[in-house]
């Protein structure tokens, strides 16, 4: 009978030391869970930023089709802006030449 009682005993400073274990876990899964809402309010956040990043990145590719397509009509323009220089210079030219000829006669 006292050996029984040993062993209920032991036994139950065995589940005292369990609970206390568990207790520990439990104490350590609650800081686990805080950290991970720490965490998950982080990506949160990141996630926003990314989120604006790649909106701005859009923003910019729109942009910079928008530069090339003037690009491409500056381009073009310029050679005929090229061409309407040397016939404005040709008629200065010719203006001076009929002024000169009309103020000789």
Known sequence: MEELKSMIAGLGQQLRGLDERIGGLEQRMGGLEQRMGGLEQRMDRFEHRLDIIESDVREIKDQVVLIKAQVARNT??????????????????????????????
């Open 76 to 105: 073009e323009s310029e050679g005929v802006i090229r061409d309407l220089q040397e016939l404005v210079k040709e008629h200065d030219t010719d203006i001076r030449l009929l002024k000169k000829a009309v103020a000789n006669q």
